[in-house]
């Protein structure tokens, strides 16, 4: 049977061995610590920037909602100014309707379906000048167009807010680090104190 020779270390030795480990532990959780606090502020960023866009865009998106809306109007006034066929006149109105509806369930293929057809109609009534009633019903698209897309970058930018939120929540282990940096800190002092 082979023992093993038990050695005793010296004060001094004990002391430098423990003020090493201290170190060394500060050293590495810093390292971490520093990485985790600047991906926390660079995330902390991209929320703040996410937000602000998400509110400019849905101030953007009111906008053109009442832009859509707005020409929706000015349609049916200009329509009502035409002489047309009760019946053409009557399906025109119901195409503006559809076409500056709130509805949000319509895909952009849909509504630009609707548009064209409504284009078509009015094209194909019998009447005077359409060119008034024509641009009405461009720029009610128009404005659609630019809220549908700006309603799916919204939708985005929530999700992707949501997820960085998400990751914010998660991020534990910088607040535990910041405990042990300080923890090893005041031991480290101690132990410089005793030699």
């Known amino acids: 049977m082979q023992t093993e020779e038990i050695r005793i270390f010296e004060r001094n030795e004990l002391i430098s061995a423990v003020v090493e480990k ?12 520093d990485a985790l606090t600047t991906t926390s502020t660079t995330l902390d960023t991209e929320i703040e920037d996410l937000k602000k866009r998400i509110e400019e865009n849905e101030e953007k998106t009111g906008v053109f909602d009442e832009k859509k809306h707005h020409s929706g109007h000015e349609a049916v006034e200009e329509l009502k100014k035409m002489e047309l066929k009760q019946i053409d006149a009557e399906k025109i ?3 503006i309707s559809a076409l500056t509806s709130s509805k949000i369930s319509d895909s952009a293929e849909e509504r630009k379906a609707v548009y064209e057809t409504l284009r078509s109609d009015i094209n194909n009534a019998e009447g005077g000048d359409k ?7 461009e720029a009610a698209y128009q404005a659609y167009t630019e809220e549908h897309t700006l309603k799916e970058a919204l939708d985005a930018d929530k999700a992707l807010l949501a997820q960085k939120q998400g990751e914010v929540s998660e991020d534990k282990r910088a607040g535990w680090l910041a405990v042990r940096i300080g923890s090893h800190k005041e031991s480290l002092e101690y132990w410089k104190g005793m030699k």
């Open 131 to 137: 060119s008034v009633l024509l641009s009405k019903i």
């Open 93 to 95: 109105k119901a195409g």
């Open 22 to 33: 201290h170190e060394r532990l500060i050293a590495e959780y810093q390292a971490e610590y």
